[in-house]
């Protein structure tokens, strides 16, 4: 059992920066792969950025490559990700989820490769 918590989303304006929390409980947080996603109102849930459990892994869709950046710590069972250069498209509600991956990079860009999951932080950018 993993409990996620997300925070950090708010409204910002287009070409602005928001660092999003997930802080982690309930397991070893080490052992876990870790994915945020995100979901637009009438869009289907979508994947954002990975890092493993040791960070020496990360992954990004293409369409916030080079803006967003995922890290973890592990002492304080929490990974971020940090959003520069928002947009309007970047509009949704932003979901941290856990992949079990003691043994491997445990890379997984869909939610179905996820085990748990938090319960979302709206991240609003307006023009």
């Known amino acids: 059992q993993v409990q996620l918590v997300e925070s950090g989303g708010g409204l910002v304006q287009a070409g602005g920066s928001l660092r999003l929390s997930c802080a982690a409980s309930?397991?070893?947080?080490?052992?876990?792969?870790m994915g945020w996603f995100r979901q637009a109102p009438g869009k289907e849930r979508e994947f954002v950025a990975f890092v493993s459990w040791s960070s020496l892994s990360t992954g990004y869709a293409d369409s916030v490559k080079g803006r967003f950046t995922i890290s973890r710590d592990n002492a304080k069972n929490t990974v971020y990700l940090q959003m520069n250069s928002l947009k309007p498209e970047d509009t949704a509600v932003y979901y941290c989820?856990?992949?079990?991956?003691?043994?491997?990079?445990?890379?997984?860009?869909?939610?179905?490769?996820?085990?748990?999951w938090g319960q979302g932080t709206q991240v609003t950018v307006s023009s």
């Open positions: 989820a856990a992949r079990w991956s003691p043994n491997s990079t445990g890379y997984s860009n869909t939610p179905r490769g996820y085990d748990y």
């Open positions: 309930g397991r070893t947080f080490s052992s876990y792969a």
